[in-house]
């Protein structure tokens, strides 16, 4: 679900559409959440253009560190590493696909990810080296697209529901393909079995890309149908 535009313009001046205001201001709300004096060392994982980056840093004020992460070459453009850097001590390290992290135990106080579990194929991996690499107390938040939203369903109902599938085009990274995508309960699911606390989810957005119904919807049943969820959780 990662959008191309985010990899293309500048994160001071990205141009959001009804989906994407929802997920910033579902990201703010969990990042109001934290204890920020405690927020000194985050990793980001699979930075892209650095945009979540940025909006942690205009809520979280106090970070000293960011390590942002890609299984690319750094993704960001000099302009926008120039801005990171002007926030915080922010530097770019280079991983390697669905393998361990580079790092040592109980490193980071932060972890931070959106739109990226559902492109893993190595999804308990993946989430166990964050809870490694968390100190204990530390938090993680991530979002992804909710595997039930409307969307969702009306493949299923044709027939044309999928997995892996192409999702867009990126000339550095190629093809974005969603390898799975999942539902409220088997991601609380996967976090308990891995040890993490104080799991709570923010549904994000109900309604089509071109039909808004509710940015935070409120009801069992929106809620279920959620197009995106936030999660923030602890170690």
Not at 99 to 108: A, L, T, V
Not at 134 to 163: C, D, E, H, M, Q
Not at 199 to 216: C, M, N, P, Q, R
Request: hydrophobic share 40%; net charge neutral.
């Amino acid at each position: 679900m990662k959008n191309d535009r985010l990899t293309s313009i500048s994160i001071r001046q990205k141009q959001a559409n009804a989906i994407e205001e929802a997920q910033v201001a579902s990201f703010v709300k969990a990042a109001n959440r934290l204890n920020n004096s405690s927020v000194k060392e985050v990793l980001s994982v699979s930075t892209g253009s650095g945009y979540w980056d940025y909006i942690l840093l205009e809520n979280i004020k106090d970070i000293r560190k960011i390590i942002a992460t890609d299984i690319v070459e750094c993704p960001l453009t000099n302009e926008d590493i120039e801005t990171l850097k002007t926030l915080t001590q922010w530097e770019f390290v280079r991983l390697r696909a669905e393998e361990p992290f580079p790092f040592p135990d109980d490193q980071f106080d932060l972890i931070i990810h959106e739109d990226v579990i559902e492109h893993v194929s190595k999804t308990y991996l993946f989430m166990r080296e964050q809870m490694r690499v968390l100190k204990k107390g530390g938090y993680l938040i991530f979002g992804t697209p909710n595997l039930l939203r409307p969307a969702n369903i009306l493949k299923l109902l044709l027939g044309s529901l999928n997995f892996p599938y192409k999702f867009s085009h990126n000339k550095e990274i190629g093809d974005y393909i969603h390898i799975q995508e999942f539902t409220k309960w088997q991601l609380h699911t996967l976090l308990t079995e891995l040890g993490f606390t104080n799991i709570h989810f923010d549904e994000v957005y109900f309604g089509l890309s071109t039909l808004k119904i509710s940015a935070s919807p409120k009801n069992r049943i929106a809620k279920g149908l959620c197009h995106y969820f936030t999660v923030i959780c602890q170690k």
